[in-house]
């Protein structure tokens, strides 16, 4: 029933399904982010690809103006002297910024992205999947994370931050790893509940940090893959969280993962300093998303 809900309200949002911007830190040629854009295309979604030219993993939110390049990007996925931005040749839906993740959402948005969507804006940014984790102290820096936080807080479009546990940086045109596909089918399945969940897709000022395990052992079929909700960082002297699986204390993102199981994180942060959101805002993400959690399990 889930499913079929969801590819019913992805009809009604149109026959390009949702305008979609893509980006991470890692860089716009690593393999996550292509296996994810292939999945979101797949899904019936109007992408658009705009991502930092080298990898710029712990760049925060940090933006600065792109300049010309001297050298080729990662991969050697374009040629040396290519300018401040560029473009996949064969692709233009696919664009490579030379500077920081944040910038990257920034020129998507502003300059990129409303060329093939006449003159439109996103209906959701999604950042990632991270080669490696995200959690708790490593939110403050994380581009991916600064990528969503800024989509949301700067600009009020609802934003994802996707990572991934298994790390090891993978080229885009290398072989299609198992760990890149996994991840890819995970993000698309939130992303598509996120927005059959209709709009807002999510509160004012809200992105949601989701992480994934390991995709290894007995973690790798999506569908053995559970989905809880959690918090950043450690609410020791924080208000009380949402209720739900009989506490008002969620877990943290980190002892999710911690507690194996194939268990994904999904914490509702605060887009202003990429904490923990209160109460009445995880509420809502728990009705909109409660069908598919569930709770902690060690």
């Given at each position: 029933?889930?499913?079929?809900?969801?590819?019913?309200?992805?009809?009604?949002?149109?026959?390009?399904g949702a305008r979609i911007?893509?980006?991470?830190?890692?860089?716009?040629?690593?393999?996550?982010?292509?296996?994810?854009?292939?999945?979101?295309?797949?899904?019936?979604?109007?992408?658009?690809?705009?991502?930092?030219?080298?990898?710029?993993?712990?760049?925060?939110?940090?933006?600065?103006?792109?300049?010309?390049?001297?050298?080729p990007c990662i991969y050697?996925?374009?040629?040396?002297?290519?300018?401040?931005?560029?473009?996949?040749?064969?692709?233009?839906?696919?664009?490579?910024?030379?500077?920081?993740?944040?910038?990257?959402?920034?020129?998507?948005?502003?300059?990129?992205?409303?060329?093939?969507?006449?003159?439109?804006?996103?209906?959701?940014?999604?950042?990632?999947?991270?080669?490696?984790?995200?959690?708790?102290?490593?939110?403050?820096?994380?581009?991916?994370?600064?990528?969503?936080?800024?989509?949301?807080?700067?600009?009020?479009?609802?934003?994802?931050?996707?990572?991934?546990?298994?790390?090891?940086?993978?080229?885009?045109?290398?072989?299609?790893?198992?760990?890149?596909?996994?991840?890819?089918?995970?993000?698309?399945?939130?992303?598509n509940a996120v927005l059959?969940?209709?709009?807002?897709?999510?509160?004012?000022?809200?992105?949601?940090?989701?992480?994934?395990?390991?995709?290894?052992?007995?973690?790798?079929?999506?569908?053995?893959?559970?989905?809880?909700?959690?918090?950043?960082?450690?609410?020791?002297?924080?208000?009380?969280?949402?209720?739900?699986?009989?506490?008002?204390?969620?877990?943290?993102?980190?002892?999710?993962?911690?507690?194996?199981?194939?268990?994904?994180?999904?914490?509702?942060?605060?887009?202003?300093?990429?904490?923990?959101?209160?109460?009445?805002?995880?509420?809502?993400?728990?009705?909109?998303?409660?069908?598919?959690?569930?709770?902690?399990?060690?």
């Amino acid at each position: 029933m889930r499913t079929q809900f969801i590819l019913s309200t992805l009809a009604i949002l149109g026959a390009n399904g949702a305008r979609i911007l893509q980006s991470n830190d890692d860089g716009w040629a690593e393999q996550y982010i292509r296996s994810l854009n292939a999945a979101l295309n797949e899904a019936g979604h109007d992408v658009v690809l705009s991502a930092p030219a080298e990898n710029k993993s712990g760049s925060g939110s940090t933006d600065v103006e792109p300049s010309p390049r001297s050298s080729p990007c990662i991969y050697n996925s374009c040629p040396a002297n290519s300018g401040p931005i560029g473009t996949n040749a064969t692709n233009t839906r696919l664009n490579w910024v030379n500077s920081f993740p944040v910038t990257s959402v920034r020129y998507g948005l502003d300059t990129i992205a409303p060329q093939f969507w006449n003159g439109q804006t996103a209906d959701l940014v999604v950042a990632g999947p991270n080669v490696g984790s995200n959690l708790f102290l490593e939110v403050q820096f994380s581009g991916t994370v600064g990528a969503a936080a800024y989509a949301s807080h700067e600009v009020g479009i609802p934003a994802l931050a996707f990572s991934g546990a298994s790390d090891g940086r993978l080229a885009f045109d290398a072989a299609v790893e198992g760990r890149s596909t996994v991840y890819a089918q995970l993000a698309t399945q939130l992303t598509n509940a996120v927005l059959a969940s209709g709009k807002p897709y999510l509160p004012e000022d809200v992105y949601l940090n989701v992480n994934f395990p390991k995709a290894e052992g007995a973690c790798t079929d999506p569908s053995q893959f559970k989905w809880v909700l959690s918090r950043v960082n450690p609410g020791l002297f924080s208000e009380h969280d949402v209720e739900t699986c009989g506490t008002d204390r969620l877990p943290t993102e980190s002892s999710v993962i911690d507690a194996g199981g194939c268990q994904i994180s999904v914490s509702v942060g605060d887009a202003t300093d990429k904490t923990t959101a209160p109460a009445e805002k995880q509420a809502v993400v728990l009705k909109k998303l409660g069908s598919m959690l569930t709770c902690l399990t060690s």
